[in-house]
Nanobody, 128 residues
Framework: QVQLVESGGGLVQAGGSLRLSCAASGSNFGGYSVGWFRQAPGKDREFVAAIRFSGSSTVYSDSLKGRFTISRDSAKKTVYLQMNNLKQEGTAVYLC?????????????????????WGQGTQVTVSS
């Protein structure tokens, strides 16, 4: 099983950019698909983006597509989330999760219950 640690959060003005990192330790990271989710105070956890274990396929929340980009560096055991043109509603704790299951449909990776383990999260605050 892998352990995940997120970093890169902080305070940014609306319209700005941040790049989050999800660093993994443990064996067989290459066999895990990784997803980013976010949770704002008082709200449910929301899917942001996911990337398959091979890195060949990605899926995004429809509302964030075009502004956010997920990528992975298998050699560094790290998955990144590049966030551009951030909006105030993007203020949340951002968490990454790892799934060791294979499903042909990308929609599988948009559901938090399908992830095996999670990091502790990193806070992103977008100011006006």
């Amino acid at each position: 099983q892998v352990q995940l640690v997120e970093s890169g959060g902080g305070l940014v003005q609306a319209g700005g950019s941040l790049r989050l990192s999800c660093a993994a330790s443990g064996s067989n990271f290459g066999g895990y698909s990784v997803g980013w989710f976010r949770q704002a105070p008082g709200k449910d956890r929301e899917f942001v983006a996911a990337i398959r274990f091979s890195g060949s396929s990605t899926v995004y929340s429809d509302s964030l597509k075009g502004r956010f980009t997920i990528s992975r560096d298998s050699a560094k055991k790290t998955v990144y989330l590049q966030m551009n043109n951030l909006k105030q509603e993007g203020t949340a704790v951002y968490l990454c999760g790892a799934s060791d299951k294979y499903y042909s449909s990308n929609s599988y990776y948009t559901k938090e219950e399908n992830y095996k383990c999670w990091g502790q999260g990193t806070q992103v605050t977008v100011s006006s």
